[in-house]
Structures are given as C-alpha cells and as structure tokens.
C-alpha cells in the first residue's frame, strides 16, 4: 500500500473526512439471488464479480471509488474507505497512518452513548484518529459536538461486518432498529451468508479512556 498522502478535499470550509463518500461515488445496487449450494448457499448478486464483490467470502455492498466527485455526504460512510482504514489503521479524517504514536496505541473517537465511556471489547465500526484530526471532527462533525467518548487503544482485534441482513425465503432486506438499519455480525455467524456488509467491525482492546478536555489540550 502506498504511504503518500491521500489527497485532502475542502467543502464549505471544512475538510471532507477520508471515509465520507460523495455522491458520484453511490452505485445502484444489483438484484439478489440465492447462491449456488455448492458456494456455500446465501445470497449472491445476480451479475456478481467474486474478486470486486467479495472479501473472504463476504458480499459486499457496490460503491464507486471516486472521491470529490459530486457532492460529500458528511453524515455517511464510504464503505472501502472504511474498511481500508479499519485493516490498515488509518485515520478517519485524512486518511494517513495511525501508527507511530508516542505509545504505540490508538487513538478512537466515537459518539457518545448515554455518558458511557469506551469499554474493554466494544465493537465499533469507526475507524482510528489522530489528535489533531479529533480536534477536528470535535468542531466540524454536528453528531460528535452532540457528545463524544475518546480512548486510546492497544489493540483492534477483527471482529465482523455491520451489513445489511436479508430474509433467506424472501431475499428482501431485514434492517434492524439500529444504525440506519444495519446489524453487526461477528465472522463466525452464519448471518453472514444473508448479509451484505457495509462496514467492517473491530473489538477495542487495551482501553484507556481519554477525556475530551485532555485531548483539546494536547493539540491546544
Ligand atoms: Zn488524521
């Protein structure tokens, strides 16, 4: 993978995160149908491309790879993007390594639940950030400024994918209560054969809360 730099995108002022998609980058979603036994069953896309459409199996959903081109949707999430910064440790907002910390962990900034802070083996599907670009979002992003939890973390260990399930009879889409419809499931389920995924999932371990005073602090 390459080590540059991703380009850094500008809108209404404000720096356009690494996994934000745009909206050239939405694709039309192709029809399902169920998969061949001898596949392993489940679903699978009715024209689908194993190497672009799978990752160890697991079907995932279409999205184009084009970033600044339309308009930034700020409240979503590109789903490779993601899932590239999710195994490669990137941050969030510009994209760059998070490796090379003082301490060797990770910094994680995720939107607050109920004053709760970030526990020892909480699955989260946001990926790293540096300080700096935590500072950032802070001020930029209006569902962390309605109250977030920070943490640096030892250890992100593979958990599974948030996807979307289906209905094995129907094949229609089962969306949950939760996280725009999405259900986290872990990689030994077998809710995997009737999920399309759209972001990758990680358990945090090796937590040590960081205030969010500390943090405004440490980039002050
Ligand atoms: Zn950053």
Redesign the pocket.
Known sequence: MSTAAPRQFKWNGMRVP?IAPWTGEIREQPSLVLSDLKRGGGIAYADEHRLYDRKNGILWIRMGAVRGVGTPMLAGVHSFRQRQAMDHQL??????T?YGSKDGRHLYLLAERAGEPITEGERTASPP??E??AVEALRDCPRLRMGAVAARVERPDPWGVAGMLHDPVTLKPRPSEQRGGLTFVPYASLKLLWTVAHLDVVSLHGCTSVSLDELLSLTA
Do not use: S
């Not at 941050?91 to 760059?96: K, M």
């Open positions: 690494y941050c969030q907002v510009c994209g760059c998070t950030i540096h700096a670009c």
